[in-house]
């Protein structure tokens, strides 16, 4: 007769790969039931988008099959739950996200549209917040221009309630502006705003929040940096020296005394060019591995690149972004970049833990 005891040893011996203990220590065994040819237990992961769920799978057999029976049915149901610090602030959220870059034009709100979008198809539930007071671009890149957000009762307030789409809680300033005309308005007014966003908005249970942020490193980084409970950012590069050097203060700025935000790592954008018509060749216009390079030099995670195609713009300018078609050779990337912010996030959580 199989024993839960057999089953946990067993599952002793397998250790999740980032977090560097074993299944057991770490509570992600559960709901363990013992049938008579059959036996059924739950793996509880920290993220939907953990792309060592496989691997981790496989070991879980390979351990019942070594240390308990080889002829047992094994019916293994990996899910997960995310791990995060809540705050009375914005009730409900896991993790915040910021997605920045030190300087404009690196494809920074076009990152974060998608690794948004891939989180939430991993099973997430996932919001997007256009921080971007003065050049808001996601009402566009969602084909949600004119859009108004409604309004709704929560707990005696008046709230936000975010627009939906695609699977995701949207939120951006770009919602209450007229398109056509500028938003000049000085530090003091584009920070009430940004908090807005932010506070009065009724997102509900949220895994992750992901920001996109404005480009450089003014009030409105400061402002959020020092207002909410930030589990990292994720830091958008191109290869070229020109978007690296001020990458770097963009990095710096999270990292000084009062800020203190963890890098989960960076992306770079515009890796290389690659046409449709010939998918196997890579062109590098901006420079080789810059983006690689500066992780390196400074210690934090590579999260992946991204090539220049065609349609990732033509995506974004359609509203409809390339993440949503799977056809498309860079949905890929995105998912795997999403993947491992995912993981970094969990990493950093079991440190502060």
């Not at 007014?189 to 966003?197: N, R």
Request: proline share 7%.
């Amino acid at each position: 007769m199989i024993t839960k005891e057999q089953i946990l040893h067993a599952l002793s011996h397998v250790d999740d790969p980032d977090l560097k203990k074993d299944l057991v220590t770490l509570n992600m065994i559960q709901n363990i039931e013992i049938l008579p040819d059959k036996i059924k237990f739950d793996v509880v992961l920290t993220t939907p988008a953990c792309p060592m769920k496989g691997p981790i799978e496989h070991a879980c057999r390979n351990a019942i099959a070594l240390f308990v029976s080889k002829e047992v049915d094994v019916d293994i149901n990996m899910t997960s739950r995310v791990v995060g610090v809540e705050s009375a602030q914005l009730e409900g959220i896991k993790n915040i996200i910021l997605v920045s870059s030190g300087k404009g034009g690196v494809g920074k709100s076009t990152v974060a549209s998608n690794l948004a979008l891939a989180l939430a198809e991993s099973g997430a539930k996932t919001g997007l917040l256009d921080a971007d007071i003065y050049g808001p671009s996601l009402p566009l890149m969602f084909g949600l221009e004119g859009t108004r957000p409604d309004s709704i009762q929560v707990n005696g307030k008046q709230k936000i309630a975010p627009v939906e789409k695609f699977g995701l809680k949207l939120l951006s300033i770009g919602f209450f502006t007229d398109p056509n005309q500028p938003i000049p308005w000085r530090g003091p007014m584009a920070t009430s705003a940004i908090k807005q966003l932010f506070g009065d908005a009724h997102w509900g249970e949220l895994d992750y929040l992901v920001v996109d942020m404005p480009p450089g490193t003014g009030d409105i980084h400061i402002t959020v940096a020092q207002s909410y409970p930030i589990s990292g950012a994720v830091i958008v590069t191109t290869p070229q020296q020109v978007a690296l050097a001020d990458t770097m203060k963009g990095m710096a700025m999270f990292r000084m005394e009062g800020i203190n935000i963890p890098i989960i790592g960076i992306v770079e954008n515009m890796a290389y060019f690659t046409p449709a018509e010939l998918p196997d060749n890579k062109y590098y216009i901006f420079g080789k591995d810059g983006g690689k390079r500066l992780a390196a030099d400074n210690n934090v995670p590579f999260l992946g690149e991204i090539p220049l195609v065609k349609a990732v713009a033509d995506a974004g300018d359609n509203g409809f972004p390339v993440l949503l078609d799977e056809d498309e050779p860079v949905v890929h990337a995105y998912k795997e970049i999403a993947g491992r912010a995912a993981q970094e996030l969990s990493i950093l959580a079991n440190k502060v833990g």
